[in-house]
C-alpha cells in the first residue's frame, strides 16, 4: 500500500465520524422540550387557539354638556350721509316730435329789377306757370310759409329762372338758358340771390285763397 492511498482513507474515516457525530447532536437537540418566553409585565398571555377572547369593558358616555347660545349681533344703524344716493336711471329716448310741415300757397309773389334801365317791376307766378319778365323767364315749384315755430317769419319760393331773349321778327327763338335753380328766401335776399349781369329777382311773399294741400 502505498503512502498517498493510506491518507486517502484516514480522510475519509475522519468525515465520517464528523456525520455520525453531527447526527448525534441533532438527536439531542430536538428531543430537549422547548420552554416558552416568560411574558412580560403588565401584558397577559394570549388565549390558546379557539378559547373566547378576553371581553373589553364598554366606554361610558361623556355627560351632556349645555352650550350658552349666543347673544344676536347688532348691527349699528347706519346715517344717511353714508348711504350714496343711487345712481340716475338711464334715461329712455324720447321720440321726437314730427316736423311740422309749412302751408304751402299757388302764388309766389316776386319782384323783379333791369340793372341797365332801372325799372323794377312786381308780379305774381302762379305754382307751375312760366311768368316772362323782359329776358327772364320764372317756373315757381313751390311756395311756402315758415311756421309759428320758427324763430322768423318768413315766405321761401322753390324756382328756376331761365333766360331767354324775345324772338326778334323773322328770326327764331333762341334757345333758353337755366341761370337759377333753388329757394329764394324773402328774409334774406342776398342768402342765395338770381347771378345775372342785367336782372335781379327776388321773392316777396306767398299768398293764395285758401292754403294749398301739401304733397305727401
Request: glycine letters at 4%; one cysteine or more.
Amino acid at each position: 500500500m502505498t503512502r498517498s492511498s493510506a491518507i486517502a482513507r484516514t480522510v475519509k474515516r475522519s468525515v465520517w465520524l464528523a456525520s455520525v457525530a453531527a447526527v448525534a447532536v441533532a438527536g439531542l437537540v430536538s428531543a430537549q422540550p422547548v420552554t416558552p418566553p416568560a411574558p412580560l409585565p403588565g401584558l397577559q398571555p394570549a388565549p390558546p387557539p379557539g378559547a373566547p377572547g378576553p371581553v373589553s369593558p364598554e366606554p361610558e358616555e361623556a355627560p351632556p354638556q349645555e352650550v350658552p347660545t349666543p347673544a344676536p349681533v347688532v348691527v349699528p344703524p347706519i346715517s344717511e350721509k353714508e348711504i350714496e344716493p343711487a345712481p340716475p336711471s338711464p334715461a329712455v329716448p324720447e321720440k321726437p316730435p314730427a316736423p311740422i310741415r309749412r302751408a304751402r300757397y299757388d302764388v309766389a309773389v316776386l319782384e323783379a329789377l333791369d340793372k341797365i334801365t332801372a325799372e323794377t317791376l312786381v308780379f305774381e307766378a302762379p305754382v307751375g306757370k312760366a311768368v316772362r319778365f323782359k329776358g327772364l323767364i320764372f317756373t315757381v315749384r313751390a311756395c311756402e310759409r315758415s311756421t309759428a315755430e320758427e324763430p322768423v317769419a318768413d315766405s321761401i319760393a322753390y324756382l328756376t329762372i331761365d333766360s331767354q331773349p324775345r324772338a326778334e321778327a323773322g328770326k327764331p327763338t333762341p334757345p333758353a338758358r337755366q341761370v337759377f335753380k333753388g329757394w329764394m328766401y324773402a328774409s334774406a335776399p342776398g342768402l342765395h340771390p338770381l347771378q345775372h349781369p342785367v336782372y335781379d329777382a327776388w321773392v316777396i311773399s306767398c299768398r293764395a285763397a285758401a292754403p294749398a294741400v301739401a304733397s305727401r
